[in-house]
């Protein structure tokens, strides 16, 4: 809409008198030609809260192709009725994500996946900054008791918190608290309404006003947009509710197993073409509460220094030793294996391991990178390892026909030896899986705590991935799952090459829907996400512990529900804001040319 000055009426001639809300030129001359309610509506809808910051911006020409897009002067969040979920699948349809095998697998990795350094000088600025956090919430801690308990009586014991990580959380965490944990009262679709809340004490603690915002959702992990209040996955589930209840209140081994839990065991087998899987009423806990039945004392885990903490409690769990190697470092992998499988273990002097297991992640969650599977896969044989795989973020956001980062490669599942997921994120429900051969899968259903102990999967939920994976697999007689990976796939180059246009450093694969933005400063990621949500976009902060301290990072996440208009609107106020913060760091050459949706 670039920067104008004025009052909302006359900027709003100025720029209907260019182009209508299509895109095209109207006929006449304007906003002159429109009746009286017409024109009142079109200029309700330009008083809107997004638009107040853009009207107040200086008026500068844009480049034709810096140049905004048609489509997004037409779309608010406000303005749009709740939908099912689904995007306008255009009759274009983009390649699906896969690798294209015209390069080596090392060659086309540095190709696709960019982790551009930041400048000396920001890097000087973001340590600055959070130092003065520190001597800020240091002489805060002097003056002002904090409104926390303390522990007493406790001479003799070792503290039950880390100093440092309960100074950072009351005085640095704190100031930005509200960006966190954000609550919502609506199905987490392409859009979502945000319930408000203010802090009268800087972020001690939170009460709600009352009222409510529609913002546009760049923060949930609804990658093929079945997360929706209407359509065929909710009735189906609704049903099966309203058929079998809410819950069977019980663990597998006990009353808790039926014909439904069954029947999406082999479909799920079925879907990632290996000999058997298993399902628990739990995500990302499948980690924590399968590895330790995994491995044992004397098993080596070779694990990449990004993996998610559900890993990291897992193996602590487990006792096996570990060892990481650098982020998606193939040469690094290498030399801890070799290391690995020389020396033995050495607590029992050089004995050899019982087990050897590779442990990655097919998408990272923080960074955007793609593992380089076939890479591992290579060196996996090589040492003769297990691999585990975790495909929480890549399952169904991944491949030709949404089967991970298995299917994104063209190799055979079979190779991997542990496949795990969940269906939290691309099938819009609850619960994970674990994946492989008919042995690995009957040893978890006698020894996993996870099969034993936890509840089972409630009736809807099961029912929702059900219905969402036959969808994928076109088993609904539709091709309604293929158009959604297409579509996925779509916006994230789309999303992602318009960013590298704008000069904002991005973190990760080209064909990776996880996009995270880098503000490096800890104070800029309340900003962006704060302003934001005033222009009705709900993003993600992300920052330690979560990510390095000096690498604070907006988190994007594309769906399928996702249009081509609600990415413009969103590029449009990244674009401004990053204008306005400084966050154009990049130092890479700018493709001049449009990019092509």
Not at 53 to 73: F, H, V, W, Y
Not at 214 to 243: I, K, M, P, V
Not at 264 to 285: N, S
Not at 382 to 403: P, T
């Amino acid at each position: 809409m670039g920067n104008f000055d004025g009052d909302s009426e006359t900027v709003f001639e100025q720029s209907y008198a260019t182009t209508n809300g299509n895109g095209k030129l109207p006929s006449g001359n304007g906003v002159a030609d429109l009746s009286g309610p017409e024109k009142q509506e079109l200029l309700r809808k330009f008083s809107a809260p997004a638009y107040t910051e853009i009207r107040t911006r200086r008026c500068q020409p844009k480049p034709a192709n810096d140049a905004q897009s048609p489509s997004s002067i037409n779309y608010h969040p406000e303005k749009k009725s709740i939908s099912n979920g689904h995007a306008s699948i255009l009759d274009q349809e983009s390649k699906p994500n896969q690798a294209e095998g015209k390069l080596s697998p090392e060659l086309e990795h540095f190709q696709k996946t960019s982790f551009e350094e930041v400048p000396l000088h920001t890097a000087c600025l973001t340590y600055l900054g959070f130092y003065l956090l520190m001597i800020l919430g240091y002489i805060n801690q002097l003056l002002f008791v904090p409104k926390v308990a303390t522990e007493k009586g406790r001479d003799g014991y070792v503290a039950l918190y880390d100093a440092f990580e309960s100074f950072y959380s009351r005085y640095v965490y704190r100031r930005i608290k509200d960006c966190w944990n954000r609550p919502i009262c609506s199905v987490p679709g392409d859009e979502l309404t945000l319930k408000d809340r203010v802090t009268d004490d800087y972020g001690w603690s939170f009460k709600f006003t009352g009222t409510e915002t529609r913002c546009l959702n760049l923060g949930s992990y609804n990658y093929l947009g079945f997360a929706a209040a209407t359509g065929q996955c909710a009735d189906d589930s609704e049903e099966s509710a309203r058929n079998s209840g809410l819950a069977y209140c019980s663990s597998r081994c006990e009353l808790g197993d039926n014909e439904q839990l069954q029947e999406l065991e082999a479909l799920t087998a079925r879907y990632f073409g290996v000999e058997d899987a298993i399902v628990f009423g739990m995500g990302f806990a499948t980690n924590a509460l399968n590895l330790p039945s995994l491995l044992g004392p004397n098993s080596l885990v070779i694990s990449d220094e990004k993996n998610h903490a559900s890993i990291i409690l897992g193996l602590r769990l487990s006792g096996a030793t570990t060892k990481v190697f650098k982020h998606n470092n193939m040469r690094d992998l290498e030399r801890v294996l070799r290391q690995g499988v020389c020396y033995g273990n050495p607590k029992k002097g050089g004995q050899p391991w019982d087990k050897v297991m590779i442990l990655v992640e097919g998408i990272f969650s923080m960074e955007g990178s793609i593992v380089r599977l076939p890479e591992v896969i290579a060196l996996k044989k090589k040492y003769k390892a297990y691999l585990y795989l975790d495909e929480a973020h890549s399952v169904g956001a991944m491949g030709s026909r949404g089967r991970g980062v298995t299917d994104y490669f063209n190799v055979d599942p079979k190779e991997v030896d542990i496949l795990m997921g969940t269906f939290t994120k691309s099938f819009g429900s609850a619960g994970g899986y674990l994946a492989g051969s008919k042995k690995l899968i009957d040893f978890l259903r006698t020894n996993s705590h996870a099969h034993c102990y936890a509840a089972s999967i409630s009736p809807p939920i099961a029912q929702q991935i059900l219905t969402s994976m036959k969808t994928i697999m076109g088993e609904d007689g539709t091709d309604i799952g293929r158009k959604k990976i297409h579509q996925l796939a779509r916006n994230t180059r789309y999303f992602r090459r318009r960013l590298a246009q704008l000069g904002v450093i991005t973190y990760g694969h080209e064909d990776s829907p996880v996009v995270p933005m880098l503000v490096y400063l800890f104070s800029k990621i309340g900003a962006v996400v704060r302003t934001l949500t005033t222009r009705h976009i709900a993003a993600v902060g992300a920052g330690f512990p979560a990510t390095p301290i000096m690498e604070g990072r907006i988190r994007f996440c594309l769906s399928a529900a996702h249009t081509k208009e609600q990415l413009d609107f969103a590029l449009e106020a990244i674009d401004e804001i990053a204008d306005d913060l400084g966050l154009k760091y990049s130092r890479k050459p700018r493709d001049p040319n449009p990019v092509i949706y």
